[in-house]
C-alpha cells in the first residue's frame, strides 16, 4: 500500500542553522511525485517544492531543497538558513499514479532564535 | 498569482443537515481534488475530479458525499445528512495536470458539525 511516514513529529532547531525533515514512502508505482507543503497556524496549505520520481536532479527551490534518493525511498526536505518565520507544520505527500495525494502525518518545526 | 477560493471559511451547521463547501480552482487548471483534515490528524484524500466526472474517490467518499461543477468555474463538495464526525477542514485544490504537478490549495473550509 502507498504510505508516506514522517518519523519526526516535532523538531527544535536553532535560527540559521539548517533543517532536515525526514520523509520516506512506499510505494509500487514507477512513476510518482514527492512534494512538501507547509501549513501554517491559520490552517492553508502552502506547496514548497516538489520532485518528480525520474528527476535526475534534486529539485531546489530558494531556501528549499529536497534530497532525493529513490533507492532509500527518502525525500528529506531541508532548509538552509533557518529563520524565525519557518516554524510551522511541515507535511511531505506522494502523488500516486491515481493522481492522489497521500500524506504524511507532519512535522512541527519550532525555530529557536 | 492566481489561487483557488474556498467559501465559506468557517461554516458550522446542525448535525442532520446539508453543507455545500465551494471552491473555484484556478481558471487553466484541469484536475480538482477534495481533501479533509480532522483537527489533529494528517490531510485524507477524498476525491478527484477531471473532465467533469469523478476520477478517483476514498472509502471516506461514501453516498453521504457529491461533488459537481456546475458552471464551469465552481467546484462544489456537498455533505448530506451531516454528522458531527464530519467536522474538519476541508481543503479544495487544482493542478494543471494530473502526475508531476503540484497541487495548489484553497485556504480551506472549517465544517463544525453541532
Known amino acids: 500500500a502507498q504510505k508516506i511516514t514522517q518519523t519526526q513529529p516535532g523538531m527544535f532547531v536553532q535560527e540559521k542553522e539548517a533543517v532536515t525533515l525526514d520523509c520516506t514512502y512506499d510505494?509500487?508505482?514507477?512513476?510518482?511525485?514527492l512534494f512538501w507543503y507547509k501549513q501554517p497556524s491559520s490552517g492553508e496549505m502552502i506547496f514548497l517544492i516538489y520532485?518528480?520520481?525520474?528527476d535526475q536532479q534534486n529539485a531546489t527551490e530558494g531556501r528549499y531543497s529536497l534530497n532525493f534518493q529513490k533507492a532509500r525511498k527518502s525525500a528529506n526536505l531541508v532548509i538552509s538558513a533557518s529563520q524565525l518565520g519557518d516554524s510551522t507544520l511541515y507535511f511531505c505527500?506522494?502523488?500516486?499514479?491515481?493522481?492522489?495525494?497521500?500524506w504524511g502525518a507532519g512535522t512541527k518545526l519550532i525555530i529557536k532564535p | 498569482e492566481p489561487e483557488v477560493t474556498q467559501t465559506p471559511s468557517h461554516q458550522v451547521t446542525q448535525m442532520g443537515q446539508e453543507v455545500i463547501l465551494r471552491c473555484v480552482p484556478i481558471?487553466?487548471?484541469?484536475?480538482f481534488y477534495w481533501y479533509r483534515q480532522i483537527l489533529g490528524q494528517k490531510v485524507e484524500f477524498l476525491v478527484s475530479?477531471?473532465?467533469?466526472?469523478?476520477?478517483?474517490k476514498s472509502e471516506i467518499f461514501d453516498d453521504q458525499f457529491s461533488v459537481e461543477r456546475p458552471d464551469g468555474s465552481n467546484f462544489t463538495l456537498k455533505i448530506r445528512s451531516t454528522k458531527l464526525e464530519d467536522s474538519a477542514m476541508y481543503f479544495c485544490?487544482?493542478?494543471?495536470?494530473?502526475?508531476?504537478?503540484?497541487?495548489?490549495f484553497g485556504d480551506g473550509t472549517r465544517l463544525s458539525i453541532l
Open positions: 485544490a487544482s493542478s494543471h495536470r494530473g502526475l508531476g504537478q503540484p497541487q495548489h
Open positions: 481558471s487553466n487548471h484541469l484536475y
Open positions: 475530479f477531471y473532465n467533469n466526472e469523478i476520477s478517483e
Open positions: 510505494t509500487s508505482d514507477q512513476s510518482y511525485g
Open positions: 520532485q518528480g520520481s525520474y
Open positions: 505527500a506522494m502523488l500516486d499514479s491515481n493522481y492522489q495525494l497521500i
